[in-house]
């Protein structure tokens, strides 16, 4: 049966002229996982909120919606809130009370279900995604992941037929983000419940969804099994961005046309183990065998892509060394960090310096002290032992005013907390921005509300602030948090020519993707320490998970390589064919 | 004490306001004495264990507002001294006292009620009376630490680009008063996220339940018939006239007179319930394990 | 139940009900009639008067999106709180009723005192502190034009809220503490308590003046972006 089918679907928002979504027809059948994919602006989330009636924007719709073959619009209020779960990017505003178990009977309440239902439902909910211990804790204890996961259930306990998710793990961290998602695929599984979700982060999501659909400026440029639709976007750059790494280096080597994938190669197939061959595997059962599915989706695929496809006589590719100053721009030397006087160390006998001129990222899980130790160099923290040197001036003798004065500045994790004023002009006003101090044009953003720009957009109007008063040292916090891939790729160019014109950038990320494309040099913090530091390259060859995806792909086979591109001119130095 | 905080919200919020209402309006010296000693107790044993710091200022209100009434009334017979011609009389100090008795009495009283009405259970009150406005002081309470929490980030972020200064007063006026507006931004604009999470899951689709954690017992029952029974008997002594006293011009009324005396053992044994009901819990529970 | 239809006369009984008939009732208990209940008979008022504009608020059907921005300027204003000093609780308020009407104002001040309770004690005090705080925001609602004219409008209302609240606070204060009412005793009442009012009505002034401007913006923007009307 057919969950939803949506029929020539149009839509202009009622404050523009053009068109958010030209002519999209798909459907979802039920039990099915779909992945709604595409850049920023592509109008997935505009799509996604078109089947929340509740939450459709203001516009003129054209076309057809049918929800179990009705007209959307002809359910009641309660069917369709109950029916059609929706779970949104921000887990922190979506919760609406202040403890856990209100927050869960909250969807119930509304709906009219008797007191005596509710509490059996909200305790099975509970069970089921293992909340039970934070029952009765108030929603502002809990971590990011937890709340995400308590909104999940939150919808989950209205029992509705299809779960809708807009971007859900933009703003956690990954390991969060991979629960997060093998609940929703574990869901899936156990209920038949019907998921349409969409991601930045495709990683988790594409090995687990059974069909995609691809989005592209308000069209659909493709939609159907997974593995096929993924090798049909290769074409168009801007969705493929978003893919896993190894998406991306199957897309690559095909657009370079220079080889061809063996033919008895076939990705759905598992390892090789021990020399037999193990049964035919099929990420899901659909019934029909897979005769184009040759693109590798995950890690443990694309490994056997590239060792069962091309040689490794070139282990590995030339170093590119940069000439570094050896001038040092920040240096901790054993600091230490308490936030109470009771609470062990935030930050324990830190030792770390960074050069002038060289992007400098520090990695980390949550809670790990990353976040701390910016806190401690940009001066807002006040470590109580230990030093800090800036510019090989102690931290402490820079006074009142002078450390923020052309020397240091922050960009903080939320980049919203910067934002004061009603237009980018006057936020920009504000820090006395000039246009040649970034790489980066705010003109046709000038009369906008900061809140209306995207994602990126306003990352890179926070940095304009944070660039303002001209410092030297730049410390950036999370600062791919919530960004798609095209932002992302963008902001790290926009870094690194902000390095090349002498600034010293020290970032701390979870975005090990992103650490890799920027990075010069990286540093490992775990509980308040740092564990090992180096050279970008040599950083990630010594980690075993944490590293690229493309690195653990290649590992034994190929030495050194972070990036999808070094993947590709590695396997174009060795040539294709592979008997 | 665990043994009050077990019963239905508004068990317990009809035996505070019993119990701090009968103070409130009765003016009998030896009934607000026994309420000011029994609301000493009945808070201590609530936070058995934690510091009160404020003890010391409730006991510097006490003796104010037991002086005050002197300075301002001077009616009353019995003169104790003169001041710029103005007679400071027994009566009038006793006024103040008793009443300073009833204020303190009460404060206690209302702390005690603080203690054992945590939020979720006084919006629980709240909801019996408007749901919806239960519910958005629900949603409050969950902003509030997280602004609270914004609010430090918004400092700190605009500290580490230097816009926000606390070198002088008006310096730090203006960096607070910037913060404030950002953090009104981010939180409005974030605010609507909230309200479509809300129709999102069906707010507005039609009557609404009210679920909560807390259902009215038996026991319940029983506990707040034995709080009013009391109650009333003191209500119903207090209109026959047995409690009344009478401060001006002397004092007059009889405090030990039969009716009052029924009065002050109502008033006694209903300050004594929590206590009791506790030591009957603890009671029952070693009969239980020695049992086993 | 009668709905009035013509929405002057139930606005001006939304403001006589607060406003006149309730502290006129007040004023006879205390001036006429010979009891010593006056206490009791306010209290009782003052709850009711609370209970029944809450009561009235539950009836009423409340877009979502308004409800929301209640509850975050709730939030905000008791987040004020704990800035040093002067503090925006009252300027938030009146913003409220300016912005968002009247009976959004009264809940912003009713709710804000309830809630700032819970950190600085709950009470007998606190129904009048929400009928004042939440008077100050209905009256706010009903001169939203004249408030919205220029600093001077503004200006002499955050002064007048500012002495309003020590007014009713003080006649409270005596009645709770002496019974019946006495001149002698609310004028020295509001004189040590004259050093917070001025302090109050000085950082109405200041907050109100400094925030109407940027947060009215955003209120209207909010407002008019997600059609909350």
């Not at chain 1, 119930?108 to 305790?123: C, D, M």
Request: charged share 20%; with cysteine.
């Amino acid at each position: 049966m057919e969950i939803f089918k949506v029929k020539d679907l149009n839509f202009t928002y009622a404050t523009a002229k053009e068109p958010a979504l030209k002519d999209i027809s798909f459907e979802v059948n039920a039990g099915e996982f779909v992945t709604v994919c595409g850049a920023t602006g592509s109008g997935k989330s505009t799509l996604l909120r078109l089947l929340k009636r509740e939450l459709a924007p203001v516009g003129d719709v054209s076309g057809r919606i049918l929800f179990e073959g009705r007209d959307l619009q002809g359910l009641t209020a309660r069917e369709s809130a109950g029916k059609i779960g929706f779970v949104m990017q921000n887990p922190e505003q979506q919760i609406v009370t202040d403890k856990v178990w209100h927050e869960l009977a909250f969807g119930l309440e509304n709906l009219g279900v008797e007191s005596e239902v509710i509490r059996r439902r909200v305790a099975e909910m509970a069970s089921y995604f293992g909340i039970e211990s934070w029952f009765e804790k108030s929603v502002t204890e809990l971590s990011g992941g937890q709340k995400q996961l308590l909104n999940l259930a939150s919808v989950m306990v209205m029992q509705p037929e299809v779960l809708l998710l807009d971007e859900p793990t933009a703003q956690l961290d990954p390991i969060a983000a991979a629960d997060f998602i093998s609940t929703v695929s574990k869901l899936n599984r156990d209920t038949g419940l019907s998921v349409v979700i969409t991601e930045h982060r495709l990683e988790n999501v594409i090995p687990v969804s059974d069909r995609l659909l691809a989005l592209d400026r308000g069209e659909v440029i493709a939609f159907g099994e997974t593995r096929e639709t993924v090798e049909k976007i290769s074409e168009n750059e801007r969705v493929l961005y978003g893919m896993p790494a190894a998406v991306r280096l199957f897309a690559g080597l095909k657009a370079s046309g220079n080889f061809k994938v063996s033919e008895n190669f076939n990705a759905t197939e598992k390892l090789k183990v021990n020399g037999t061959l193990k049964e035919t595997w099929n990420p899901k059962e659909t019934g029909n065998p897979k005769e184009t599915g040759n693109c590798p989706l995950d890690v443990c695929e694309g490994r056997r892509f590239i060792e069962e496809n091309f040689k490794n006589e070139v282990k590995s590719l030339p170093k590119t060394e940069r000439i570094r100053d050896r001038e040092k721009a920040l240096e901790f030397k054993e600091v230490c960090f308490r936030y109470e006087k009771d609470l062990p160390d935030a930050v324990r006998s830190m030792s770390f310096e960074v050069r002038k001129g060289e992007i400098f990222c520090m990695l980390g899980g949550n809670g790990s002290g990353k976040t701390t130790t910016l806190s401690l160099a940009a001066g807002i923290c006040k470590a109580w032992a230990g030093e800090i040197r800036i510019f090989g001036k102690k931290l402490k003798e820079y006074k009142a005013g002078t450390l923020y004065n052309e020397c240091v500045a922050m960009l903080p994790q939320d980049v919203q907390t910067l934002f004061i004023a009603d237009t980018v002009k006057e936020e920009l006003k504000e820090v006395r921005f000039e246009p040649e101090m970034l790489p980066f044009d705010f003109k046709p953003l000038t009369d906008r509300h900061p809140y209306d720009l995207s994602g990126g957009e306003q990352q890179m109007l926070g940095l304009a602030k944070a660039i303002a008063a001209r410092p030297k040292l730049l410390l950036l916090d999370e600062p791919t948090k919530g960004l798609d891939a095209c932002a992302k790729k963008e902001f790290a160019s926009v870094l690194r020519s902000l390095r090349d014109s002498g600034l010293t950038i020290l970032l701390v990320t979870h975005d090990v993707e992103f650490a890799a494309a920027v990075a010069d040099r990286c540093a490992l913090v775990f509980r308040g320490e740092v564990t090992s530091e180096g050279e970008s390259h040599e950083f990630f060859a010594g980690n075993n998970f944490y590293t690229t995806a493309i690195n653990r792909m290649t590992r034994g086979f190929y030495d050194g390589i972070l990036r999808v591109r070094e993947a590709e001119e590695i396997i174009r130095l060795n040539g294709c064919d592979k008997e | 004490m665990t043994a009050l905080s077990e019963y239905n919200p508004i068990v317990i919020a009809i035996y505070f306001l019993s119990v701090a209402g009968l103070a409130m309006f009765i003016m009998n010296p030896v009934l607000l004495f026994v309420s000011f000693f029994g609301s000493l107790l009945v808070f201590y044993t609530l936070n058995r264990g934690k510091k009160d710091r404020s003890k010391g200022m409730f006991l510097l209100l006490f003796l104010l507002l037991g002086l005050l009434n002197p300075i301002f009334h001077h009616n009353g017979t019995t003169v104790l001294f003169v001041v710029n011609d103005n007679p400071i009389t027994t009566e009038a100090l006793a006024y103040g006292f008793t009443s300073a008795t009833m204020v303190v009495s009460v404060i206690y009283w209302f702390r005690g009620f603080s203690t054992l009405m945590t939020s979720d259970k006084l919006l629980y009150v709240f909801g019996k009376i408007s749901p919806k406005f239960s519910l958005m002081l629900s949603m409050a309470l969950r902003y509030i630490p997280l602004f609270a929490n914004k609010f430090r980030q918004i400092k700190a972020a605009r500290k580490a680009l230097g816009l926000y200064r606390q070198d002088n007063i008006p310096d730090t006026l203006k960096s607070n008063l910037k913060a404030f507006v950002a953090l009104g931004g981010w939180s409005l604009e974030n605010g609507i996220v909230t309200a479509d999470s809300m129709e999102a899951r069906g707010y507005g689709s039609g009557r609404r339940s009210f679920f909560s954690r807390y259902s009215f017992k038996k026991k319940d029952l029983i506990a707040v018939t034995v709080t009013l029974l009391p109650v009333l008997a003191v209500i119903g002594i207090k209109l026959s006239g047995s409690l009344d006293f009478v401060f001006y011009p002397e004092m007059s009324g009889k405090l030990l007179n039969k009716g009052a005396l029924w009065a002050y053992a109502c008033y006694t044994g209903l300050m004594m319930l929590p206590l009791i009901s506790d030591a009957a819990e603890r009671e029952k529970w070693k009969s239980l394990r020695s049992k086993i | 139940m009668v709905v009035i239809k013509n929405s002057t006369i139930r606005n001006m009984i939304k403001i006589l009900v607060p406003f006149v008939l309730i502290p006129a009732a007040v004023a006879v208990g205390v001036f006429v009639f010979d009891d010593k209940s006056y206490a009791f008979v306010s209290l009782v008022v003052a709850l009711l008067s609370v209970v029944l504009f809450i009561a009235g608020f539950e009836m009423r059907r409340t877009g979502t999106g308004r409800m929301a921005l209640v509850a975050v300027l709730v939030a905000l204003t008791v987040t004020g709180r704990f800035i040093p000093y002067i503090k925006p609780v009252v300027a938030l308020i009146v913003i409220t009723g300016m912005y968002l009407g009247g009976e959004a104002g009264f809940l912003v001040g009713a709710m804000a005192a309830v809630i700032s309770n819970f950190y600085f004690g709950q009470g007998p005090w606190t129904p009048f502190q929400m009928l004042s705080w939440g008077m100050i925001g209905l009256l706010a609602g009903f001169l939203s034009k004249l408030l919205k004219k220029g600093p001077v409008p503004a200006a002499i209302y955050g002064i007048f809220s500012g002495v309003f609240f020590s007014m009713v606070m003080d006649v409270w204060t005596v009645l709770w503490y002496n019974k019946t009412f006495d001149v002698g005793m609310y004028i020295a009442a509001m004189g040590t308590a004259a050093p917070y009012t001025v302090l109050y009505a000085v950082s109405n002034v200041l907050w109100l003046l400094l925030l109407k401007k940027p947060l009215g913006s955003k209120l209207e923007r909010i407002t008019l972006k997600y059609r909350l009307f």
